[in-house]
């Protein structure tokens, strides 16, 4: 029963990788464009090529910090180029959602990621010019963690000005689109939607959760995605004095429990492991197939590292099929704010990050994953309970049909809707299950399930128990936008301020 | 919708209930879909939970439609997969012939169906990936030997070039036919609708009824 779902593969199939990520998965970032909105610099990232063992893990740790600030002069690029690099000028225009400068880099060299270049000590470097970007007015960010965005840029010139916008490169991307007024509003909401968050996240010394939830429920902006999830989930403190201080300690844990296995995480072959290490193996292959970026070596060993610590962290319930998806968003959002300075250092940030986060998003659902998964089972139920209330005729036609709610819905519950949406699709939809409190994986999720149901209402009306099952196993959801998402999502929120306090018809 | 193959889906006159068993990883949904849909996925992700699907077929004549439970693999899973067992008339216990451990793991799936499934349950013991012969850790003999002392069927297939797929399926089900025939002669020497002691009904349809009636327990 292969899942016929295409699931976005062509987003991430672009083997030239001028996109990291495709319009709808977290809004596309170019290369180019990525670089200039972090105003990176990979100050140390020439230094060295880390092995694959940890056993230096305090040189690299000590490096986590400090050497991804911004600094803006500094770039040292001697290195992994052999033979002049055609030196080129390059205008970026901002096509961005946020930043509205125009700035001209003279790239020295780039070394564009290559994703079949085993060896992760790629980097990708830029020379950049300091005082072509003078207008930028560049502080080193207070925040030296690399997860943030240069978030020094004033925030207030942002209103999208056309003449000033006007392309004058023909390297410049697509100038019919600034053509219309609609699109000059659009960028102006999206700019000023965009300001709201980095007034959130970096104005008061304390991050405003109430304020960011209420903000994030609608939708994050791509490039604050990350910094957002990781503040929403509580891995990174509101406190934005002790975040990098956090970070760092998280990091290290996280390194410290992986040395203390005695698993050969480059270790593919099928058999000579552990059970556990087994099940993982072979799950983390089949993760997300069509998507280039979970067919990477690098790519899975992560996967399994970070699986297996989990598991054997959390014995009551261990690693359980349909875990290995719930990792993937989080691995793919925070590689979109390293894929710039992509090497084994910054891979185990990435590791280490989604690990993490992946512990806090599961602490709220462990009963789905333990001995008979009753969290499961209760949302089952709980699900049967909401749609007696919302959709009558439906419960009755399923129930004439003989068609049980575990039957179609536990899959559902237990992957969270992976396997009937696109991660793109998912990724919105964390962004509001993130912001709601308590989070929303548990309990909203039912009611996202009970939306998500209805929508086929009229269809499985029609339809008998066979086709009913075979309609739910593979839902027609391959053509869904994020404005589905967000219906889907509103209805939940409604059915759920109906039915939340009425406590007993979930029982 | 995907079910396109299964064109006279009402038109059968038998609906045999059966389950694919067998650890994570040694291709069950992929078998199910060689024989459902004549597909292979290369792509295919872990089953979670149960999934479905069908097909009709002719057996002596006869329009025997097969409505086949495929399930996970993994031990997680065994509580809320092994509420499928019940009603099934046949079982397919699945191994790798490349991997020793999925095929050791055996006795342990034998167990399972004697512990949740109906008695006199057909089971079919079928060694995939027959087309890694130059990678086999299991000896066809031995498996053979196995499932005769076992009173098992026994084939080896392949999802992937479909070798043997149909044939281990359609083994199964003139099996089942034959035994459900030979149960009904029975039953009705006796003279009574009821089934004789130790033969337990055999579930030809999803019983609405019955299983509505249990909603609240068992986890269904």
């Known amino acids: 029963m292969g899942k016929k779902k295409q699931e976005m593969s062509q987003v991430y199939n672009n083997s030239n990788n001028e996109f990291i990520f495709g319009e709808n998965g977290g809004k596309g970032k170019h290369l180019s464009s990525f670089l200039k909105n972090l105003s990176l610099t990979g100050t140390s990232s020439t230094s060295s090529v880390h092995s694959a063992n940890t056993d230096n893990i305090h040189e690299i740790n000590s490096n986590i910090y400090g050497t991804l600030g911004y600094s803006s002069s500094k770039v040292s690029s001697n290195q992994s180029n052999s033979g002049p690099p055609p030196k080129r000028s390059v205008s970026y225009k901002d096509l961005d959602d946020d930043w509205d400068a125009d700035i001209d880099v003279s790239t020295d060299s780039v070394v564009r990621r290559s994703p079949d270049n085993r060896n992760l000590s790629r980097v990708t470097k830029v020379e950049s010019n300091t005082s072509s970007r003078s207008s930028f007015n560049l502080q080193p960010s207070p925040m030296l963690d690399s997860l943030y965005p240069d978030l020094t840029l004033p925030a207030t010139n942002s209103s999208v000005n056309l003449n000033s916008q006007k392309p004058t490169n023909e390297e410049s991307l697509d100038v019919e689109d600034y053509r219309t007024t609609m699109e000059i509003n659009r960028l102006n909401q999206i700019s000023s939607r965009n300001n709201k968050f980095r007034n959130i996240l970096i104005s008061d010394s304390i991050v405003n959760l109430q304020d960011l939830r209420k903000l994030a429920w609608n939708g994050i902006p791509s490039e604050l995605r990350a910094l957002t999830w990781q503040i929403l989930l509580g891995y990174l403190p509101t406190n934005r004095a002790r975040q990098a201080s956090t970070l760092k300690r998280k990091r290290q844990e996280y390194l410290e429990g992986l040395n203390a296995s005695t698993i050969d995480f480059e270790d593919t072959a099928p058999s000579n492991s552990s059970s556990l290490y087994h099940q993982i193996k072979i799950d983390v292959r089949r993760t997300n197939q069509s998507i280039k970026l979970y067919g990477y070596p690098e790519t899975q060993q992560s996967l399994r590292k970070l699986l297996y610590l989990w598991a054997v962290r959390h014995p009551a319930s261990g690693y359980v099929q349909g875990i290995n998806d719930l990792c993937t968003p989080f691995f793919q959002i925070f590689l979109l704010n390293y894929i710039w300075q992509l090497q084994q250092r910054v891979l185990s940030i990435l590791e280490a990050d989604t690990y993490w986060c992946l512990s806090r998003l599961l602490e709220n659902i462990t009963d789905n994953y333990i001995h008979e998964q009753p969290g499961i089972i209760r949302q089952v139920g709980d699900l049967r309970n909401l749609i007696s209330k919302i959709d009558l005729e439906l419960l009755n036609h399923l129930d004439h049909e003989g068609v049980e709610f575990l039957q179609f819905s536990f899959r559902w519950m237990n992957c969270l809707l992976m396997r009937e949406l696109s991660i793109s699709l998912i990724v919105r939809m964390w962004d509001t299950y993130l912001s709601e409190t308590p989070l929303g994986f548990n309990n909203f999720h039912v009611y996202v399930c009970a939306a998500f149901l209805i929508k086929f209402s009229n269809d499985l009306k029609e339809k008998d128990f066979q086709e009913i099952l075979l309609f739910l196993q593979n839902p027609p959801t391959g053509h869904w936008k994020e404005k589905d998402i967000e219906l889907m999502l509103s209805e939940a929120f409604i059915w759920q301020s109906l039915y939340k306090n009425a406590s007993a018809h979930l029982r | ?220």
């Open chain 2, 1 to 220: 919708m995907a079910d396109n193959t299964d064109d006279y889906s009402y038109d059968y006159e038998y609906l045999y209930k059966i389950v694919l068993i067998g650890d994570s990883g040694v291709g069950k949904s992929n078998l199910l879909s060689r024989f459902t849909r004549d597909e292979f996925n290369l792509e295919s992700r872990s089953t979670i939970g149960v999934e479905f699907a069908t097909r009709t077929l002719e057996i002596d004549g006869k329009r025997v439609k097969a409505q086949i439970w495929d399930t996970a693999g993994q031990e997680r899973y065994r509580a809320i997969t092994s509420a499928y067992y019940r009603g099934a008339v046949g079982a397919l216990i699945v191994y790798d012939i490349a991997k020793t451990e999925t095929y050791e793991s055996v006795s342990r799936w034998l167990k399972e169906l004697k512990e949740h499934a109906d008695a006199n349950i057909v089971i079919e013991l079928v060694g995939n990936k027959s087309d890694l012969d130059h990678l086999r850790a299991v000896p066809t003999e031995e498996a053979r030997n196995f499932a005769n002392e076992n009173n098992l069927l026994f084939t080896e297939a392949s999802a992937l070039s479909s070798d043997n797929v149909d044939l281990s399926f359609h083994q199964l089900l003139k099996n089942i036919y034959e035994m459900i025939s030979k149960h009904q002669l029975d039953t009705n020497d006796g003279g009574s609708n009821k089934p004789t002691t130790g033969g337990p009904t055999i579930s030809l349809t999803p019983a609405p009824q019955e299983k509505r009636s249990k909603n609240n327990s068992n986890c269904c």
